[in-house]
């Protein structure tokens, strides 16, 4: 028989838990598993996750370029670099998924190569821009219509992932507390010196005021970008203030949670998730507008080329899942 509860004099029938398999699911299958992932986060036992994560970024990233760099027909060799490393990075990254050794390996060094080439395509960037007619002395005109400035820098936010990655430990990793102050004490004895951040925070999951300095400059990067690519068509839709707006709020945020915790768990992440859901929608719009230009799927190649950047809206909605990691992360000491 099912229980009976007795309410202001009236028997009331009370549903089994199995009754409702969505509550059930909800409740004992849903809600521990994303308590267990967030504790994995929050004690930096991640790897795997993040490596994967820096290699689907890359392909986004390598795409978006091919296409930038073949508008202008591969002028120079050095265009191809950032190519053939975001490969890299995406082999490196789904290597990295299922090998530790190759996540501290593989991928750091891919990831700091990639680096290095993303402030050497910055330089490239600002050397085209000084190279226009006017030069710096007509900055707003030359910007706009010249090389985007600041994508070789967005670029680099994959292997940033990358670099942090390899850094971090694989979820199947014992928990490090127990351990952390021996871990500590001997590489000291064998460096000689104290143990740097690098390898001793990152592991334990305490770098959220790093993550956070990361968070603005990649929302500044990418809403930068938004701001002149749709002050090229004129901000004909409303919809195509919402980046140039939503980018400042993330920085804002962000740059609050340097400073405070509290920040960190309440603002930060309703503005990245904001940045997500932003992102969603103008990758269907300019999905939409690839669509409605002349040909549409009969011709994808070059509508992508030519059309409304497609996975630029995608890049941006990767800053608001930075702000997430950022959040869930625990601060330094």
């Given at each position: 028989?099912?229980?009976?509860?007795?309410?202001?004099?009236?028997?009331?029938?009370?549903?089994?838990e199995?009754d409702?398999?969505?509550a059930?699911?909800?409740?004992k299958?849903?809600l521990?598993?994303?308590?267990?992932?967030?504790?994995h986060?929050?004690?930096?036992?991640?790897?795997r996750?993040?490596?994967?994560?820096?290699?689907?970024?890359s392909?986004?990233?390598?795409?978006?370029?091919?296409?930038?760099?073949?508008?202008g027909?591969?002028?120079?060799?050095?265009?191809?670099t950032?190519v053939i490393?975001?490969?890299?990075?995406?082999?490196a990254?789904?290597?990295?998924?299922?090998?530790?050794w190759?996540?501290?390996?593989?991928?750091?060094?891919?990831?700091?190569?990639?680096?290095?080439?993303?402030?050497?395509?910055?330089?490239?960037?600002?050397?085209g821009?000084?190279?226009k007619?006017?030069?710096?002395?007509?900055?707003?005109?030359?910007?706009i219509?010249?090389?985007?400035?600041?994508?070789?820098l967005?670029?680099?936010?994959?292997?940033?992932?990358?670099?942090?990655?390899?850094?971090?430990?694989?979820?199947?990793?014992?928990?490090?507390?127990?351990?952390?102050?021996?871990?500590?004490?001997?590489?000291?004895?064998?460096?000689?010196?104290?143990?740097?951040?690098?390898?001793v925070e990152?592991?334990?999951g305490?770098?959220?005021?790093?993550?956070?300095?990361?968070?603005?400059?990649?929302?500044?990067?990418?809403?930068?970008?938004?701001?002149?690519?749709?002050?090229?068509?004129?901000?004909r839709?409303?919809?195509?203030?919402?980046?140039?707006?939503?980018?400042?709020?993330?920085?804002?945020?962000?740059?609050?949670?340097?400073?405070?915790?509290?920040?960190?768990?309440?603002?930060?992440?309703?503005?990245?998730?904001?940045?997500?859901?932003?992102?969603?929608?103008?990758?269907?719009?300019?999905?939409?507008?690839?669509?409605?230009?002349?040909?549409?799927?009969?011709?994808?190649?070059?509508?992508?080329?030519?059309?409304?950047?497609?996975?630029?809206?995608?890049?941006?909605?990767?800053?608001?899942?930075?702000?997430?990691?950022?959040?869930?992360?625990?601060?330094?000491?």
């Amino acid at each position: 028989m099912l229980p009976f509860s007795q309410r202001n004099g009236i028997l009331e029938q009370k549903p089994r838990e199995r009754d409702n398999p969505v509550a059930h699911f909800w409740r004992k299958t849903l809600l521990p598993a994303v308590a267990e992932d967030e504790a994995h986060i929050r004690q930096g036992r991640f790897q795997r996750s993040m490596a994967l994560l820096a290699g689907a970024s890359s392909i986004l990233a390598g795409l978006e370029v091919s296409y930038e760099h073949y508008r202008g027909s591969y002028g120079q060799k050095v265009m191809w670099t950032p190519v053939i490393l975001s490969g890299a990075m995406t082999v490196a990254g789904i290597f990295g998924f299922f090998s530790k050794w190759a996540a501290r390996t593989l991928l750091r060094w891919t990831s700091a190569v990639t680096l290095l080439d993303s402030l050497a395509g910055f330089y490239f960037h600002v050397r085209g821009i000084a190279r226009k007619p006017g030069g710096w002395r007509l900055p707003v005109a030359n910007i706009i219509m010249g090389p985007p400035i600041f994508a070789p820098l967005l670029f680099g936010v994959s292997a940033y992932l990358g670099l942090i990655a390899s850094f971090l430990r694989p979820e199947e990793a014992p928990k490090f507390g127990l351990f952390r102050g021996l871990l500590r004490i001997l590489s000291a004895r064998n460096s000689g010196r104290k143990p740097s951040p690098w390898t001793v925070e990152l592991p334990s999951g305490r770098f959220q005021k790093h993550l956070a300095a990361a968070t603005v400059l990649s929302a500044f990067f990418s809403g930068f970008e938004a701001l002149y690519s749709h002050y090229k068509n004129n901000f004909r839709y409303k919809a195509q203030w919402s980046p140039v707006i939503i980018a400042p709020a993330l920085m804002t945020a962000a740059t609050m949670s340097i400073k405070s915790p509290k920040a960190a768990r309440a603002w930060l992440p309703a503005m990245s998730i904001l940045a997500i859901l932003d992102g969603g929608v103008g990758f269907f719009y300019h999905a939409r507008g690839v669509l409605r230009r002349p040909g549409g799927l009969k011709k994808p190649i070059y509508n992508i080329v030519y059309g409304p950047p497609i996975f630029a809206p995608l890049l941006f909605a990767a800053c608001g899942v930075l702000g997430l990691l950022t959040c869930l992360m625990r601060r330094e000491r």
